[in-house]
Each structure stands twice: as structure tokens, then as C-alpha cells.
């Protein structure tokens, strides 16, 4: 992943806010994913967890304040019982077939925040950046799935 691509990813991100202290769920296994957990990490959040697909069902419900979801999207009911009340989600995905969430109970009632990643180029501190972050070694372009 280049300089541009991590840019492309830290200005989705923003979209989402993600604070100092916040927990932060990463649903998918891709290369994207687990980019978005390390960006995550470098935002401030004091836990990442990337959850596999498989593994959604298991997760206990409202333990992330964001969501950022990498899966396709027949995954998202299961991943937005992980969010708090009043949480964020940003939509990180490639889709896939047709949603499987009603718009009321699963995101108005609770008041969660839906977001997309923003179009366009990011603006070139933002590509400046992210080719800090690779060159002195934050950003890994081959590590392990993050978790805690």
C-alpha cells in the first residue's frame, strides 16, 4: 500500500472522529482492514480489535464506541450490535450483495453516526503524512492482524 492509498484511508477516517480513549472495532480481514486498525491506533484509540466475519456473532454487543466495517455487506447487522449508543461507523467496504439492517431500530433509534469514505484526492498533508507514518516504521506494510 502506497503513500496515496494510506492518505486515501486517514481522510475516510476523519469522517469518524475517532478520539483519544475511544475503542474502536475493525470488521474484516483485508489488507484495508487492517491498514484502517493501525490508523486507528495511531488516532488515539486505547483498543483495536479486528474481528473476523466468522467471529461477529461472538462479540460482545456495545463494545466499540467506532466501527470501521471492511466486509461486504451482508456482515453489517451483526457488526453494528457491536456499536454503542450514539456511536460511529464508517463504511470501508467494497459492498457486495444487498443490506441486511433496518434503518430504525439499527441505526436511528440507537443515534449512530453512518459514514462513508469521502471521494476525491486527500490534500497533501495528508499523503505527506502517511509517508511519515511508513517510513518510520508506524505504519507496517506487511504486520499481523491487530487485536486489543
Not at 69 to 76: G, K, S, T, V, Y
Not at 79 to 90: F, I
Not at 109 to 132: I, K, M, N, T, W
Request: hydrophobic fraction near 45%; charge should be neutral; proline fraction near 6%.
Amino acid at each position: 500500500m502506497d503513500a496515496r492509498s494510506v492518505a486515501q484511508l486517514l481522510h475516510a477516517l476523519r469522517a469518524v472522529r475517532i478520539e483519544l480513549g475511544e475503542r474502536v472495532v475493525v470488521a474484516g480481514e483485508s489488507e484495508t482492514a487492517r491498514r484502517a486498525a493501525q490508523l486507528a491506533r495511531v488516532a488515539g484509540a486505547l483498543t483495536v480489535r479486528q474481528v473476523a466475519p466468522e467471529a461477529l456473532a461472538s462479540e460482545p454487543p456495545a463494545s466499540a464506541d467506532v466501527l470501521l466495517f471492511a466486509l461486504d455487506w451482508p456482515r453489517l447487522a451483526d457488526a453494528l450490535r457491536l456499536v454503542r449508543d450514539r456511536g460511529r461507523v464508517l463504511l470501508i467496504t467494497a459492498g457486495g450483495s444487498a443490506l441486511d439492517f433496518n434503518l430504525y431500530p439499527d441505526l436511528h433509534r440507537r443515534s449512530l453516526v453512518l459514514a462513508g469514505a469521502p471521494g476525491g484526492e486527500p490534500e497533501s498533508p495528508l499523503v505527506d503524512f502517511a509517508q511519515h507514518l511508513i517510513e518510520t516504521g508506524q505504519l507496517s506494510t506487511n504486520g499481523p492482524r491487530i487485536n486489543g
